[in-house]
């Protein structure tokens, strides 16, 4: 079964930076398209952050475009988020999956934005 384990959340200030990483357990970590997804605290849903296919195509939601950049390193079997000029409202629990998820989720890391 695919494990996938998230790292690098953390507390950091409005416009800071913070960079996490996900790696999965697969041995054909290149076929998959990955993704980022967040879940704010009082959200009921994930909403999808950042994509990219095996291929390094990357897309962005409309509200990170030009703020967070996803990356892999499909040797390590790992997708990275960099995420620069932190906002409060970025303020969530950041997973990684597939896209679209096909595998469990894993404990996702907590990112907190202060004001």
């Known amino acids: 079964q695919v494990q996938l384990v998230e790292s690098g959340g953390g507390l950091v200030q409005a416009g800071g930076s913070l960079r996490l990483s996900c790696t999965a357990s697969v041995s054909t970590f290149s076929n998959y398209a990955m993704a980022w997804y967040r879940q704010a605290p009082a959200g009921t849903h994930r909403e999808l952050v950042a994509?990219?296919?095996?291929?390094?195509?990357?897309n962005y939601s409309p509200s990170v475009k030009g703020r967070f950049t996803i990356s892999r390193d499909n040797a390590e079997n790992t997708v990275y988020l960099q995420m620069n000029s932190l906002k409060p409202r970025d303020t969530a629990v950041y997973y990684c999956n597939t896209d679209p998820p096909m595998v469990s989720w894993g404990q996702g890391t907590q990112v907190t934005v202060s004001s």
């Open positions: 994509t990219i296919t095996g291929g390094g195509i990357t």
